[in-house]
């Protein structure tokens, strides 16, 4: 495979200057050895003219072939043969063309070296620019092999460096794309993040916690009948059904209101996530918030220690939310019926969003507390 189909990143800047070295490489070299050629022939003496005009007729016939492979993509092999051909036919006619070294054989020599570099890789340019040097020394000899070989090694060299120094400052200019982008996309879905969490929290702040608020204010001597409908309008505009912004269960983001719901009320509990938004009905968001508060309640009031983690993310489509702490535990199966904190406030709430809460703990090793919905 050439240097310029190699391996590379699709619309990059390196994509764009393999394919360029690609479609130009072979146009540069089949015109550039015309050019060379036609003032080549125009030097000849008139004795060696029929040689020299079926010389040019190869180097016309060549430049057509390298133009129509670097145009279209298409047979580079065929190129690189017409290429070799060519430079054996003129170097090997340098007797008949007017004798010793002639610089019509020299140029198209050089220029197709060069020319080489920028198409292909050093384990086909290194062996078919010796063997065309070869034969170009057996045929005009080795007088002039202490300058030529210099030569033609440092000028390709310059062309393959220039092309790797190309390369490579296309390759870092798309991975500073790259990285600029990535930012981009985290700085736009913290905003989205930051935003939907700012939404929710107001619409909580305007229904739940205005509720609450009246409730405390009001103690023993709130309507229960008033609190009720209450609750009832607030559960309506959460779920969407009351209509309005969220009459469709608006995705909300679940981990943005769980940090919420931390940020406020339980600064000893370690949060964790990974990083990415997982959008939620609005009603699964509020079910989980109230879930995971009721069960940071229970590690103050009965695991006895000072600290929780609290984690979300995903298994699959599944959302997954853990609340857990090394705390003194206890048995499940030993709670009484009337106890209703764990069933109501965390079973049941989340079962009746679609999603299913299993309480683990075991006296003496803490509790782990697993909200999943299937997230479809």
Same mark, same amino acid.
């Given at each position: 495979m050439t240097g310029a189909r190699a391996a590379h990143r699709p619309g990059g800047v390196e994509s764009l200057l393999l394919a360029s070295a690609r479609r130009l490489a072979g146009p540069v070299r089949g015109l550039g050895t015309v050019v060379i050629? +036609?003032?080549?022939? =125009?030097?000849?003496?008139?004795? !060696? =003219?029929?040689?020299?005009? !079926?010389?040019?007729?190869?180097?016309?016939?060549? +430049?057509?072939?390298?133009?129509?492979?670097g145009l279209t993509g298409r047979a580079p092999a065929l190129s690189l043969g017409c290429a070799v051909v060519r430079v054996v036919a003129v170097c090997a006619c340098q007797e008949w063309t007017g004798g010793g070294r002639g610089l019509w054989a020299l140029n198209v020599l050089t220029t197709t070296a060069i020319t080489l570099q920028w198409e292909w890789p050093p384990a086909v340019t290194v062996p078919v620019t010796a063997g065309l040097l070869a034969v170009d020394l057996a045929v005009a000899g080795g007088e002039d092999i202490g300058t030529l070989v210099p030569r033609l090694v440092f000028e390709c060299l310059l062309a393959r460096l220039g092309f790797v120094l190309l390369r490579r400052s296309g390759r870092t200019v798309d991975e500073q794309h790259r990285r600029r982008s990535v930012v981009a996309r985290a700085e736009a879905l913290s905003s989205a993040r930051h935003r939907r969490e700012r939404e929710y929290l107001a619409l909580l702040h305007d229904t739940a916690a205005s509720t609450f608020l009246m409730v405390a204010v009001g103690g023993k001597d709130a309507d229960p009948a008033e609190v009720a409908a209450y609750a009832r309008r607030d559960l309506a505009i959460l779920t969407g059904a009351a209509g309005g912004a969220t009459a469709r269960d608006s995705p909300v983001d679940l981990p943005a209101s769980l940090r919420g719901l931390l940020d406020r009320d339980r600064p000893a509990v370690e949060f964790r996530d990974t990083g990415e938004a997982i959008p939620v009905p609005a009603s699964v968001a509020l079910a989980f918030v109230r879930a995971v508060h009721e069960a940071l309640v229970n590690v103050e009031r009965h695991a006895r220690v000072d600290a929780a983690v609290l984690r979300v993310g995903r298994e699959g489509n599944a959302v997954v939310v853990l609340v857990e702490d090394d705390g003194v535990g206890f048995a499940p199966e030993e709670v009484a019926v009337t106890r209703r904190g764990v069933r109501c406030s965390i079973v049941e709430r989340v079962a009746a969003v679609g999603g299913h809460a299993t309480v683990v703990s075991r006296p003496g090793r803490g509790t782990r507390v697993r909200l999943v919905w299937p997230g479809d």
């Open positions: 050629s +036609a003032f080549g022939l =125009l030097g000849l003496p008139e004795q !060696a =003219l029929p040689l020299g005009y !079926a010389l040019f007729g190869l180097v016309l016939a060549g +430049a057509a072939v390298d133009c129509w492979s």
